[in-house]
């Protein structure tokens, strides 16, 4: 069971690391004054919660502006929902997007620049009084409560802190019994997950109005003081079905601009020459950068979640698309320590840079951290000047890692459907494996390559999100000319595994895809995955091995019905855990294998 500390003491220890607190100028006086309590990624201190400083080294100043940041936009919604209410089509694009980018910042490892969220709070604060307007202007003639009612006239870092603390999951607590805010705060983080899925989206110019709706209706009823365990849980499965309609949304965004993603091999041995390295997830921001440096000199490599823009055909015709370099995001101080050239994170996951990096290092779009350059556009030319006059790579540079082969997206695996399903039919593949997610720092997570390496022979592998890199380059050879490790993509892309699964319930002709010879095994890490599971969840998925912990803000009791509903079960040992999901007991096609 998981450990877990009252909120009683969780506030105590918050108040006593604050007196603990030795300070040695102003600056950090500002950062360390506040209390902070945060537990929504699965690194969270001791697996209950950092009180002091985030385990991903956000500083208390941050967590409690993006605290109220978070509340500011649920008063938005608030009055955005009810103005569709009144009127469908009464929807403002730039309140929408304020949403989305809002929230997106506020995720794990996203922006810890304390100055960003305070311009964040400012503009939640006209967005609020434009979503007020928009009420109005749909007919609307009440004043809602809650963080609707959200207002100020001063603008001060301290004065904004003040009101901060008020707003966080400590104080947000004490209106609520434990499992109805603990299902509050799953449904919170799912939203953050879409939203960032859908700021990918939003950038490639596709946008859904039915998914903004969704996001502001889902927002709105965690809101209502009445709310209950019994409303609550359908809500979070409506989460999950408004974020499959969002990575549908982003594959067809990817797709339409970039081309169906074929499988290549990818190169991992640095070329020599000037470089740049493109990490997080922006696929548009590769382009552009791609775009930019031809004629200029210049290799591009990609980095972490990147990895499967190599298989995108538009990306292909790039010949200065280098290769990839490094791992997943937790290796990054050493991997952007080695890179001679230029970083850019497009979007999450950035920990706090090393200073041997710090001037080559940008930030784009919601990324941010203090003291790093800040690029607004899609103008690279200072992150090219900066490549120009770095080292670049030697002769006989080394690389990372071995060769990784991707570009195994849904239409890759579709396109070869019958070899696939008289593999099954023949008895040559047993079993399918989802094994990916997020990657993080925890040694536990070798739980992970444990697993696919115990893999029986005779079954096939389907990976995505940075956890693939636990295991991307070991030779797992193929079954009949079928690859026994598919990478289908980011981590988005597992609606693309969702894809696979269905066609093959279709082609065999079986009631449910939990009667499938297909198991999941899921890493997860923020936000994101938490999109992602509650996506699952809502296509009854069953059976999910969930780790290497289980979420620090799910209780007990919510925990207990999703076990009981959904099969859902923590993560146990690599090679026992291999036989167990291949026995799953309602799993027909294996069972009779």
Same mark, same amino acid.
């Given at each position: 069971?998981?450990?877990?500390?009252?909120?009683?003491?969780?506030?105590?220890?918050?108040?006593a690391?604050?007196? $603990?607190?030795?300070?040695?100028?102003?600056?950090?006086?500002?950062?360390?004054?506040?209390?902070?309590?945060?537990?929504q990624?699965? $690194?969270?201190?001791q697996?209950?919660?950092?009180?002091?400083?985030?385990?991903?080294?956000?500083r =208390?100043r941050?967590?409690?502006? $993006?605290?109220?940041?978070?509340?500011?936009?649920?008063?938005?919604?608030?009055?955005?929902?009810?103005?569709?209410?009144? %009127?469908?089509?009464?929807?403002?694009?730039?309140?929408?997007?304020?949403?989305?980018?809002?929230?997106?910042?506020?995720?794990?490892?996203v922006? %810890?620049?304390?100055?960003?969220?305070?311009?964040?709070?400012?503009?939640?604060?006209?967005?609020?009084?434009?979503?007020k307007?928009?009420?109005?202007?749909?007919?609307?003639?009440?004043?809602?409560?809650?963080?609707?009612?959200?207002?100020?006239?001063?603008?001060?870092?301290? /004065?904004?802190?003040?009101?901060?603390?008020k707003?966080?999951?400590?104080?947000?607590?004490?209106?609520?019994?434990?499992?109805?805010?603990?299902?509050?705060?799953?449904?919170?983080?799912?939203?953050?997950?879409?939203a960032?899925?859908?700021?990918?989206?939003?950038?490639?110019?596709?946008?859904?109005?039915?998914?903004?709706?969704?996001?502001?209706?889902?927002l /709105?009823?965690?809101?209502?003081? %009445?709310?209950?365990?019994?409303?609550?849980?359908?809500?979070?499965?409506?989460?999950?079905?408004?974020?499959?309609?969002?990575?549908?949304?982003?594959?067809?965004?990817?797709?339409?601009s970039?081309g169906?993603?074929?499988?290549?091999?990818?190169n991992?041995?640095p070329? =020599?020459?000037?470089?740049?390295?493109?990490?997080?997830?922006?696929?548009?921001?590769?382009?552009?950068?791609?775009?930019?440096?031809?004629?200029?000199g210049?290799?591009?490599?990609?980095?972490?979640?990147?990895?499967?823009?190599?298989?995108?055909?538009?990306?292909?015709?790039?010949?200065?698309?280098?290769?990839?370099?490094?791992?997943a995001?937790?290796?990054?101080?050493i991997?952007?320590?080695?890179?001679p050239?230029?970083?850019?994170?497009?979007?999450n996951?950035?920990?706090?840079?090393?200073?041997?990096?710090?001037?080559?290092?940008?930030?784009?779009q919601?990324?941010?951290w203090? +003291?790093?350059?800040?690029?607004?556009?899609?103008?690279?030319?200072?992150?090219?000047?900066?490549?120009?006059?770095?080292?670049?790579?030697?002769?006989?540079?080394?690389?990372?890692?071995?060769?990784m082969?991707?570009?195994?997206?849904?239409?890759?695996?579709?396109?070869?459907?019958?070899?696939?399903?008289?593999?099954?039919k023949?008895?040559?593949?047993?079993?399918?494996?989802?094994?990916? +997610?997020?990657?993080?720092?925890?040694s536990?997570?070798?739980?992970?390559?444990?697993?696919?390496?115990?893999?029986?022979?005779?079954?096939?592998?389907?990976?995505?999100?940075?956890?693939k890199?636990?295991?991307?380059?070991?030779?797992?050879?193929?079954? +009949?000319?079928?690859?026994?490790?598919?990478?289908?993509?980011?981590?988005?892309?597992?609606?693309?595994?969702?894809?696979?699964?269905?066609?093959?319930?279709?082609?065999?002709?079986?009631?449910?895809?939990?009667d499938?010879?297909?198991?999941?095994?899921? /890493?997860?890490?923020?936000?994101?995955?938490?999109?992602?599971?509650?996506?699952l969840l809502?296509l009854?998925?069953?059976?999910?091995?969930?780790? =290497?912990?289980?979420p620090?803000?799910?209780?007990?009791?919510?925990l207990?019905?999703?076990?009981?509903?959904?099969?859902?079960? =923590?993560?146990?040992?690599?090679?026992?855990?291999?036989?167990?999901?291949?026995n799953?007991?309602?799993?027909?096609?294996?069972?009779?294998?």
């Amino acid at each position: 069971m998981l450990r877990r500390v009252s909120r009683a003491v969780a506030l105590r220890q918050a108040k006593a690391a604050c007196l $603990q607190m030795r300070c040695m100028n102003l600056n950090d006086v500002r950062e360390h004054a506040p209390i902070m309590f945060c537990y929504q990624c699965e $690194q969270t201190n001791q697996g209950t919660g950092c009180d002091r400083i985030g385990m991903c080294g956000k500083r =208390p100043r941050v967590a409690i502006l $993006q605290d109220l940041t978070v509340h500011i936009v649920k008063g938005i919604s608030q009055y955005a929902h009810a103005a569709r209410k009144l %009127n469908p089509s009464a929807s403002s694009p730039e309140i929408d997007r304020f949403v989305l980018d809002s929230l997106f910042a506020t995720m794990t490892n996203v922006n %810890n620049d304390r100055e960003r969220f305070l311009v964040y709070i400012k503009e939640a604060a006209d967005m609020l009084e434009k979503a007020k307007a928009l009420y109005k202007q749909a007919g609307g003639t009440e004043t809602l409560k809650g963080p609707a009612e959200w207002s100020t006239t001063v603008y001060d870092e301290d /004065s904004l802190s003040e009101m901060a603390e008020k707003v966080g999951v400590l104080n947000r607590a004490l209106a609520y019994d434990e499992d109805t805010f603990s299902l509050i705060e799953l449904i919170t983080y799912g939203v953050k997950g879409m939203a960032a899925y859908a700021h990918h989206a939003m950038v490639q110019g596709k946008e859904s109005d039915d998914i903004y709706a969704g996001i502001h209706m889902l927002l /709105s009823e965690i809101c209502d003081p %009445n709310t209950t365990v019994e409303t609550l849980l359908p809500l979070a499965l409506k989460a999950g079905e408004i974020n499959v309609g969002v990575m549908a949304l982003l594959e067809n965004a990817h797709i339409s601009s970039y081309g169906v993603p074929t499988p290549k091999q990818v190169n991992t041995t640095p070329i =020599p020459g000037k470089c740049i390295l493109v990490s997080g997830h922006d696929i548009q921001d590769m382009f552009n950068i791609l775009k930019q440096t031809e004629g200029t000199g210049i290799n591009v490599y990609t980095h972490g979640e990147l990895l499967p823009a190599h298989g995108y055909p538009e990306l292909q015709k790039f010949p200065h698309f280098a290769g990839h370099y490094g791992g997943a995001w937790q290796k990054q101080r050493i991997d952007f320590n080695d890179f001679p050239g230029a970083i850019v994170m497009t979007t999450n996951c950035m920990i706090e840079p090393k200073s041997s990096y710090k001037k080559r290092i940008f930030t784009r779009q919601t990324v941010g951290w203090p +003291g790093i350059p800040h690029i607004t556009g899609n103008d690279y030319s200072e992150v090219i000047k900066c490549a120009l006059a770095c080292d670049g790579f030697k002769e006989g540079a080394p690389g990372k890692t071995g060769p990784m082969t991707t570009g195994f997206g849904a239409d890759a695996i579709l396109a070869n459907a019958e070899t696939v399903v008289n593999a099954i039919k023949n008895g040559d593949i047993k079993h399918f494996y989802v094994i990916g +997610g997020c990657d993080g720092r925890e040694s536990s997570r070798s739980y992970f390559t444990d697993l696919a390496k115990a893999v029986p022979k005779d079954s096939v592998i389907l990976t995505l999100g940075c956890g693939k890199f636990r295991f991307n380059t070991e030779d797992f050879g193929d079954i +009949g000319g079928v690859p026994r490790l598919l990478d289908v993509g980011q981590c988005n892309d597992a609606y693309g595994a969702v894809r696979v699964a269905l066609a093959l319930k279709d082609a065999l002709g079986v009631s449910s895809v939990n009667d499938l010879p297909i198991s999941f095994g899921v /890493s997860w890490f923020e936000q994101k995955a938490v999109a992602v599971l509650l996506s699952l969840l809502y296509l009854d998925v069953k059976n999910i091995h969930l780790g =290497p912990r289980l979420p620090a803000f799910v209780t007990p009791n919510v925990l207990d019905v999703l076990v009981k509903t959904y099969g859902i079960s =923590p993560v146990g040992a690599g090679p026992t855990d291999a036989i167990k999901m291949r026995n799953m007991p309602n799993n027909h096609l294996a069972s009779s294998a």
